[in-house]
Structures are given as structure tokens and as C-alpha cells.
């Protein structure tokens, strides 16, 4: 009896539950088959928090946004942007630029109806959705659709220790040309607008299917992630504004290809899909593999693969640039003693006075890349040929004649392990030959030849908030004299030297904090080893020091950000220890009338200083820009005060920016205030200079839409003030610097969309 009644419950049980898991199922799929497949969305567009400088225009069936680009929170004032020609940006291949972030003229047009597919349509390159921000969102993929912009984030260090990241805080960058701001991922500077910390989130965007965008909080206020979502990034669940329930995407706080929407799962009219600037160089834009795969009937991988795609990719880019310029000083300069008066001239003809200097410069370099599955190798050869003519006595021959050629060459290999760990690595070098022309009556430095070689290698660590680099480099500089010179003759010198380098940055929500400790050298110049002649631009006779050692430094740079929405704060404090100083100091000489100068060392010198930093950016005035900073710079050495210290500043600009989108634009008005400080801490062989202030005033226009032809007009120094800036080389003979000075410049872009 007991086993015969185990049994019935047992049947009785798993029947039980046989009909439990068929009744889940009927009701999974009756909601399946209930989920709507049009959903209407006005009255949600309506009531989303836009910035006022996205404007909307509804019509029947469709909305027509039209936003600036320019988002309504704070960004970076520096981004790293891929140089010239490439494609797949990484640390080794970007420099840094100034915010260059630019008003773009958009037009979208979203269905308010918009309408759910079984069937998705991957999105492609350039702008996806527009953002309540004002900015546009783009899908997880750089230039070369490969490449995650999240997941490949870097910070780099330039040579003035300007520090600057691929991607803000905010998920987003602008292109370096265009400046088109845009985002890659959860843009946590908007959603902290709208949402309340563990609370749903709202609308913050919407994609060009029409469905909207949301942050990564569900309509409890949990947090989702990706195994919540569908290939797209997409759910169908309620939201504050649909609380019955909606399809809808959502965007992740990853660094991964979630981080934005890869595909759409509603109909998207691909005319609205606007094409993604152009990053670098002149590039094609991206075909629509996924449209030829479906014509061709196969799939998109095996497309890629016919294309070669996921094979060795090799870039190429050349560049030639040529210049000639005359520098000098307008009037007649015979007179044995210069003085202010003998430079004076009422001629309006710009052409060749005496004293003068001619420079010619050609410039060409070649730039290879190959790039593997994890690797990028790079090769740069460059030439660079300069002559340097003076003219003194006579304008027909020169009295100083220089050819000046350079050969430059740096192979480069970048390994990137995984998202968190790359390493640079790579051999660097020029040759350096300067010869004199045999006729010529003066020789600054002799005919020689400089060999430079370095290798280096670098380390780029991230973990969580925190970006590390590290890097060691060792460099070793030839020096070969091939003429009799200054009673040296055949004269080798030879300079090694091995540096290191360590920072990190720490980047925040509102904050971002660095730190850097470098080493670095400096071989004295074949000028500062050899000179013994005229140099007429700073009228003086310079004397150099064949014994003259490298210069050696040690420098701590320090930097402390903080970004709010309407407010930026940045402080820079640096300190700087220079072993062997080299500088040129006067001996109680002439030659030729002209005071001498010689080379010699200091053993020891602290430089130290910093800039402080402030832009403003009122949220009543999103057209106004304030921004402020004070630079200064001081040194202490043992024996004597350094000498061409420059004068400590204080530089403020107000600009108003204007959004106009018609024939004619005034796109910015700006005007800059700088005051500099007296500078009385001077060598014993220099005057002080007295405080003085400078008033610059200009503005910018657009005449066109396709090809604009951009205007400039503007006053520099407007109070026409007398000044000297205490670095110019005429001090010491009270030349001023230039008055008040109005200019209007004119510049038309030649520019053809490649099909």
C-alpha cells in the first residue's frame, strides 16, 4: 500500500508539474505573439529632457531633430586623435589635440510609430540615434569597424606633458577634423541629469528606427547587463515613460562591444544614416557589407574574408610641404651701433632690407603600417633639406649661406596583449649633415655630420579607473666635424645616455588626477660646441664650448582636473632639476661692434612653476564660454639668477558662440585679455621688464553651406600698447613689439566626398 501510494504521488507530482511548465509556456508564447509590433512614441519625445539646442519638428508620422553635436556637459579640454592616415588609432599612432569640437548640422528624421522587426539591420559607421544631450551616438566601432573604442581607450603624454585620453569620461570624443562630438557607449555625464542614483532610467536618447534609448537601470532600478538583453542591446520590458511596456535599447557601462548598439531591431530608413567624419587622412567611406552580402547570397563574414579584411591590412600615407620666408627687420641698418631710430622706415613695400635672413625649407615624409590581428608595425622615413642664407653688406651675396639636411627614420611595433595591457617597443634615429657654402664669408657652425640613434620601450597598463605607463629609453648622439674650424680640427663627440619614465592617471566621474616622473637628456648642439661668428637676428657674436657635457633633468609633473557640467578646474604645478645647464651668458668683448656671448654650464638649476586653470560654461547661457588662466615659472640656481626667464601671465577670453544655419554665419565672437607681470628676477646682464597688458578682439563668419568660405576678422593689441616682451632678442637694443594691428583673412576648403 505505502509503495503503491509513493507511486500515485509521484505520477501525481511530475503530472503536476508537467502542467505547470506547459501552462509557462502557453503563456510565454501567447505574450510573445501578444508583444506589439508598433509602438507610438510622441508623447515620450515630448516629454524627454532635450537640451534647447536640439530642435524638433513634428509632423503626421515622424519627428525631424535637428541638434547641434555640441553636448550640454563638460568635456575634456585635450582628446588623443589618430594622426594622418589612420585607421585603427592606438597610443603609439595619435598626438594630442585641444578640444576641437565643432557645431554640426544634423538632420534626422525618426518615425513616431516605429515599427519591430524580427529581422535586424547591423549599424554601421557615423551617427545611429540622437541624444538628449545634443550630440549624436555612434555604434561600438572605430574606423575600421574592427576596432572597439571603449575596450581600446588610452591616455597619452605630449611633449609640453599635456595629458589627454581617446575617450572621456563621458563615453564619447569628437572627430579631429569635423568635431563631431559623439558617444560609443553609456554617457553617464547625461544620464546623471535625468536619473536618480538606484533609481529606473529614462530616455536618453533615440536610435533612427525610432525606439528609444535608455540607461542601464530596468524600471525597478536593477542594474542590467548584457545576458539581459537581446544581440542588439535591446529588451522589451516597461519604463517610466512606457509603462506598459516598450522595446527599447540600452546602453552599458562596458568596455566591450556592448557598449553600444551594433544592430537595429526596427526599420530604419538608411537615408537618415549620416556618414562618420573623416578620423584622419582622406579615407573611403565604409561599404554596406552586410546589404552586398544579402545580394550576393552569402553571409557577411564570408565577405569580409573575400575583402581580405581579416587578413594583413597595410596603410600608406606621404606627405611634401615647402616654405620660404625673409625675416628681418624693415629700414637701413649701416650704422655701426644699431639703435631704435636706424630701424625705423616709412616704406610700405615689403621687400629685402639689410640686415636679413632667407630661409627655404622642403619637407617629405613616408609613412607604412601594417596591422595584424594584435600587433601594429609602422615605418616612418622623412627628409627634411633647409638653407639658411644671411645678408648683410650686400643683397645680392650672402654673407652666411647653411644647407641644412635632415634624414629621419623611427620603426615602431605596438602589441596589444588584451584591453588592459600594451607594449611599444622601437628603434628611432636622424642624420644630421650641415654644410657651408666655400664662398661664403661667414660660418656660424662648421660642415659636420650628427648621428642620432635611440631604442626605447614602452608599457601601457589599465586597470579599472587607473592608466599606467611606463618606459625606459636609451639614445646615444655623434657629433663629426669635416673641416678646420675654430682651431678644431676632425673633432668626435659622443653623447649616451639611457632615461626612464613612470604615470599614472586616475580618471573619475567629475575628477581626473596625474602624475609623471621622467628623466631626460639633452647633447649639446654643434652651435653650442662650436659657434664662433655673427648672429645678426640677435645681434650678438657667439662663442661656443667644445668641452660642453649633456644636459641631464629630472622632472615631476602634477595635474589635478575636475569636471562638472558647467565648470572645469584644472591645476598643473611641475618641477624640474637640470644637471649641466647649458646657457650663453656675455663676456666684456666686441667683435665687429657686436657684444660677445659664450657658451658655459651651471651644475645645478631648479626650474619649477605651473598653470592654473579655469573655464566657465553657464547653463542659462549655453552660447557663453569663460575661461581664465595664470602661467608662471620660476628657477633657483646656486650662483646667478637664469636669464630669459619669461614674465609670469594671466590670460582670459570670453567667446559667444552662435548657431546660425543659413547662408551667411557668425559663427564666434572672442575676445582675449592677457596682463603680464613685471619680471625683475634677472640675469646679471639683463633688464628688468615693466608690466603690461594686451587686448585682441575677433570674430569668425561663414559664407556657404557646401564649401563655406571662412572669415576672419579681428584687432590685435586693441589699446595699441607700447611693450617688450622680455624674451625678445631686440631688448637690449628697446625695439617694441608690434601696435595695434587689424587683419581680415579669407579661406575656402577645396573638398570632394569620395564615392
Known amino acids: 500500500m505505502n509503495r503503491e501510494s509513493d507511486m500515485k504521488k509521484l505520477v501525481i507530482g511530475l503530472t503536476g508539474l508537467a502542467v505547470i511548465a506547459l501552462n509557462s509556456a502557453v503563456f510565454y508564447a501567447a505574450n510573445a505573439a501578444d508583444t506589439p509590433k508598433t509602438f507610438a512614441t510622441s508623447s515620450a519625445i515630448k516629454a524627454a529632457k532635450w537640451n534647447p539646442t536640439v530642435k524638433l519638428t513634428y509632423s503626421k508620422s515622424s519627428v525631424l531633430m535637428q541638434p547641434t553635436g555640441i553636448p550640454n556637459h563638460a568635456r575634456d579640454a585635450y582628446y588623443a586623435v589618430p594622426t594622418a592616415g589612420v585607421v585603427v588609432p592606438d597610443a603609439s599612432t595619435s598626438v594630442v589635440m585641444k578640444d576641437p569640437t565643432k557645431a554640426q548640422n544634423y538632420k534626422f528624421t ?90 529606473p532610467s529614462h530616455i536618453i536618447g533615440f536610435a533612427l528606427d525610432g525606439f528609444p534609448i535608455y540607461g542601464d537601470r530596468d524600471a525597478k532600478g536593477k542594474q542590467l547587463t548584457a545576458k539581459n538583453l537581446d544581440q542588439c542591446n535591446g529588451i522589451y520590458s516597461a519604463t517610466p515613460e512606457f509603462p506598459k511596456g516598450i522595446y527599447h535599447y540600452v546602453l552599458l557601462s562596458t568596455s566591450d562591444v556592448r557598449s553600444s548598439i551594433a544592430c537595429f531591431h526596427g526599420e530604419v530608413d538608411s537615408s537618415q544614416i549620416q556618414a562618420m567624419p573623416q578620423m584622419g587622412g582622406a579615407q573611403m567611406p565604409m561599404p554596406d557589407l552586410a546589404a552586398a552580402a544579402k545580394k550576393l547570397g552569402v553571409t557577411e563574414e564570408v565577405l569580409k574574408a573575400a575583402f581580405g579584411t581579416n587578413y594583413k591590412n597595410w596603410g600608406l600615407s606621404v606627405r611634401y610641404n615647402y616654405s620660404s620666408s625673409v625675416v628681418g627687420i624693415p629700414g637701413e641698418t649701416e650704422d655701426s651701433i644699431p639703435t631704435p631710430e636706424s630701424y625705423q622706415t616709412t616704406e610700405q613695400e615689403r621687400k629685402l632690407l639689410l640686415p636679413s635672413q632667407l630661409f627655404h625649407n622642403h619637407f617629405l615624409s613616408i609613412q607604412n603600417s601594417w596591422y595584424l590581428a594584435k600587433q601594429t608595425i609602422s615605418l616612418m622615413l622623412g627628409e627634411t633639406v633647409n638653407r639658411l642664407q644671411e645678408f648683410e653688406d650686400s643683397k645680392d651675396t650672402a654673407a652666411l649661406n647653411m644647407l641644412l639636411s635632415n634624414t629621419l627614420y623611427h620603426l615602431k611595433s605596438v602589441t596589444k596583449f588584451n584591453g588592459q595591457f600594451n607594449f611599444v617597443y622601437g628603434f628611432q634615429g636622424m642624420i644630421q649633415d650641415n654644410s657651408n657654402d666655400p664662398t661664403a664669408e661667414e660660418k656660424l657652425i662648421p660642415s659636420s655630420v650628427t648621428f642620432d640613434n635611440g631604442i626605447y620601450g614602452l608599457m601601457y597598463f589599465k586597470y579599472s579607473k587607473w592608466n599606467t605607463q611606463a618606459g625606459i629609453r636609451g639614445d646615444v648622439r655623434t657629433i663629426k666635424s669635416r673641416e678646420n674650424f675654430n682651431g678644431f680640427e676632425g673633432v668626435k663627440k659622443q653623447f649616451p645616455s639611457l632615461n626612464f619614465s613612470i604615470g599614472t592617471v586616475r580618471s573619475g566621474k567629475e575628477s581626473t588626477a596625474r602624475m609623471n616622473v621622467s628623466t631626460g637628456f639633452r647633447a649639446p648642439h654643434l652651435s653650442e660646441l662650436m659657434a664662433n661668428g655673427a648672429h645678426d637676428g640677435a645681434l650678438r657674436y657667439e662663442i661656443g664650448d667644445i668641452n660642453l657635457k649633456a644636459e641631464k633633468a629630472t622632472q615631476l609633473d602634477l595635474t589635478y582636473e575636475i569636471h ?3 565648470l572645469e578646474f584644472i591645476v598643473n604645478p611641475f618641477g624640474n632639476y637640470i644637471h649641466d645647464y647649458i646657457l650663453l651668458t656675455p663676456i666684456d ?44 615659472i620660476q628657477s633657483e640656481s646656486k650662483n646667478e639668477k637664469l636669464a630669459l626667464m619669461p614674465q609670469n601671465r594671466i590670460s582670459s577670453t570670453m567667446r559667444i558662440d552662435f548657431k546660425m544655419n543659413s547662408w551667411f554665419k557668425l559663427t564666434e565672437i572672442v575676445v582675449q585679455h592677457a596682463y603680464l607681470f613685471e619680471q625683475n628676477r634677472v640675469a646679471s646682464f639683463e633688464t628688468s621688464s615693466p608690466a603690461y597688458q594686451l587686448i585682441n578682439i575677433g570674430t569668425t563668419m561663414k559664407l556657404g553651406k557646401k564649401m563655406p568660405i571662412n572669415i576672419g576678422f579681428g584687432v590685435k593689441n586693441l589699446l595699441n600698447a607700447t611693450y617688450i616682451d622680455h624674451l625678445s632678442r631686440l631688448k637690449n637694443i628697446q625695439v617694441s613689439q608690434p601696435g595695434r594691428n587689424v587683419y581680415l583673412s579669407l579661406k575656402y576648403t577645396f573638398s570632394k566626398e569620395l564615392k
Open 110 to 199: 525618426i518615425p513616431t510609430s516605429p515599427k519591430y522587426s524580427s529581422k535586424t539591420t547591423s549599424t554601421s559607421l557615423g551617427s545611429i540615434g540622437v541624444m538628449i544631450s545634443g550630440a549624436v551616438l555612434y555604434n561600438p566601432y572605430e574606423g575600421d569597424g574592427k576596432t572597439v573604442a571603449m575596450a581600446s581607450n588610452f591616455s597619452i603624454t605630449n611633449a609640453d606633458g599635456i595629458s589627454a585620453s581617446f575617450v572621456d569620461k563621458c563615453a564619447g570624443h569628437p572627430t579631429p577634423q569635423q568635431g563631431a562630438y559623439h558617444y560609443h557607449g553609456l554617457p553617464t555625464c547625461v544620464t546623471a541629469k535625468v536619473d536618480k542614483v538606484s533609481k
Open 564 to 566: 562638472k557640467d558647467h
Open 589 to 632: 668683448s666686441t667683435i665687429d661692434n657686436l657684444p660677445v656671448f659664450q657658451y658655459k654650464q651651471m651644475s645645478q638649476v631648479w626650474l619649477y612653476g605651473g598653470d592654473l586653470a579655469i573655464h566657465f560654461h553657464p547653463h542659462f547661457a549655453h552660447w557663453l564660454h569663460l575661461e581664465s588662466n595664470y602661467s608662471f
